[in-house]
């Protein structure tokens, strides 16, 4: 009944969603090991409490294509009842294809636990959750990491077991990562978020939110129409298309907030929607909105911070 958890890297060390992917193993079955593809970072992952062993490999394998982790994995998934991958663009590309090999069906975006079989995952974008049940001698799952705590990384002492690099496939190798890089939060773990919409304009005008977010040590996020406008880069969209966060504030600043934006984000803690239109669908879920002007309520806000 034991579980394998894949286990995504962050600046060397196991990302928010990694670690609340583990804590869901932990509901399933105390017996739990994970695959990390950098042996280099192996000594903080080992002090996990609940893990038992850690394969990795020889060498880095941080651009493994999804063909060669399957065939990876389906030797190794043999000897688990459960596996379990962050929800994200990773398990997005190899799940399905493992799925597939094996003819197991994944379930996606798990949310809670009912027993060994038996999961929640969201639906219709977030508007509805289905109870699922798997009938499978493996059950394959992706966690979304916003819906479990994530596991404290203390007090363990891992063995590490090293497997044997992967043979590439002759069909698809890995070219290029191109990732951006910012002093800013990331936008999956950070505690704010303010997110700017098409309300905001413009790229130019995007600098207000920017000016907010560096006052409150935040992260910038986006919905969809300020990022198919160009406003900035689709590594800041939040919702069911983009990133799905729960931070501790998140402030929504010319966002009307359609459902698939909502689903990315109506689990934060306290949400705050500044928005021109009254009627906008945001202020439905928001804690607090503030109905006004934004190209003078933000940069008030901005200036009244200290």
């Known amino acids: 009944m034991s579980c394998l958890v894949i286990v995504e890297l962050e600046n060397g060390l196991p990302n928010r969603p990694s670690l609340a992917t583990i804590s869901a193993a932990a509901e399933l079955n105390k017996d739990i090991d994970l695959l990390v593809f950098d042996p280099d970072k192996i000594a903080e992952i080992k002090k996990i409490n609940c893990i038992k062993k850690i394969f990795t490999f020889k060498n880095k394998l941080n651009n493994l294509v999804a063909e060669d982790l399957v065939k990876l994995l389906k030797e190794l998934i043999l000897n688990y009842k459960y596996l379990l991958a962050p929800s994200g663009t990773f398990s997005k590309n190899f799940m399905p294809r493992l799925g597939a090999a094996v003819d197991l069906q994944p379930l996606s975006d798990i949310i809670k636990i009912h027993d060994k079989n038996t999961f929640d995952r969201p639906i219709y974008a977030g508007n509805a ?71 905001v304009g413009s790229k130019e005008n995007f600098k207000i939110i920017e000016k907010l977010a560096d006052k409150l040590n935040a992260a910038i996020g986006a919905s969809r129409a300020a990022v198919d406008a160009g406003y900035i880069s689709n590594d800041y969209q939040v919702g069911q298309t983009g990133k799905v966060v729960a931070p501790e504030l998140y402030i929504a600043v010319g966002i009307s907030g359609a459902i698939q934006h909502l689903a990315g984000m109506k689990e934060s803690k306290v949400i705050v929607a500044i928005n021109k239109d009254e009627e906008a669908p945001i202020f439905q879920i928001a804690d607090y909105g503030l109905v006004g002007d934004l190209f003078k309520m933000i940069p008030n806000i901005t200036k009244a911070i200290s």
């Open 129 to 199: 959750i289905a109870t699922v049940r798997s009938k499978d001698d493996i059950i394959m799952l992706t966690v979304r990491g916003t819906a479990f705590p994530p596991v404290k990384q203390e007090g363990g002492e891992a063995q590490v077991v090293i497997l044997p690099d992967p043979d590439s496939n002759d069909n698809s190798k890995f070219i290029s990562k191109e990732i951006t890089k910012s002093e800013r939060p990331d936008l999956t773990s950070a505690k704010i978020i303010v997110s700017g919409g098409r309300g």
